[in-house]
């Protein structure tokens, strides 16, 4: 069975203090991993996609990259704005998706 | 405008009583799935369905139904729902393999 492992659950963040989010996951057969934020009460939107080990996507404080085993969101220099929930997920060969718990990322300023 | 839509938005009902869920693009995506989301464990995979008249169990496929008769539509069924069944559940569209574009998201109680 597919499994998808988000570590930290929840992260605290001073405005300016970069960090990471790991996602850890098991699947038969990577079709792509997915980033993706959440706000509160609303649908997931999409950040990035990754599909091979040593890849590496970036959007303005965020850089996605990928393992075969893990991948990284990196958060550097947070804003407030950037408070969200991230969601992590992987698709197999079938084309079945699973997601991770997610991480909650609160920045203060 | 591109978007997945989703209703009701907020539904109450009682145990046994059948509902559906109506969900639609308009982006013409291959791919449409069912996810539910509760605190503590996520989205959850209900359905999914590569085409018309193609569709797959996900990883929580009890107690629901879907039919995807047309391309731009892809309804939830649940023939008698229960207080398990409570819960945030997306409707999602992509091409296969692309990244999912979700719906607004219906807020399910069952008493």
């Known amino acids: 069975e597919d499994q998808v492992t988000q570590s930290p659950e929840a992260l605290r963040l001073q405005e300016g203090e970069s960090s990471s989010l790991n996602c850890s996951y098991t699947v038969s057969g990577l079709r792509g991993l997915f980033w993706y934020r959440q706000d509160p009460g609303k649908g997931p939107e999409f950040l990035f996609t990754?599909?091979?080990a040593g890849e590496e996507k970036e959007k303005e404080r965020l850089k996605a990259t990928l393992t075969k085993k893990e991948s990284f969101l990196h958060i550097t220099a947070p804003k407030p704005e950037d408070s969200a929930t991230y969601l992590c997920a992987v698709q197999a060969n079938d084309y079945k998706l699973s997601f991770g718990a997610g991480t909650t990322v609160t920045v203060r300023a | 405008e591109a978007q997945v839509t989703q209703n009701p938005r907020y539904l109450i009902t009682v145990t046994g009583k059948k509902l559906t869920v109506t969900c639609s693009q308009n982006?013409?995506?291959?791919?449409m799935s069912w996810y539910r989301q509760d605190p503590g464990l996520g989205l959850r995979q209900i359905y999914y369905?590569?085409?018309?008249?193609?569709?797959d169990k996900g990883d929580v496929p009890e107690g629901y139904k879907v039919s995807r008769k047309e391309k731009r539509n892809f309804p939830l069924i649940l023939e008698s729902p229960s207080p398990n069944q409570t819960s945030l559940y997306f409707c999602a569209s992509s091409r296969p393999g692309n990244e999912q574009f979700f719906g607004p998201g219906t807020r399910l109680t069952v008493l």
């Open positions: 982006m013409n995506h291959e791919y």
């Open positions: 369905s590569m085409n018309v008249e193609v569709t």
């Open positions: 990754l599909y091979s």
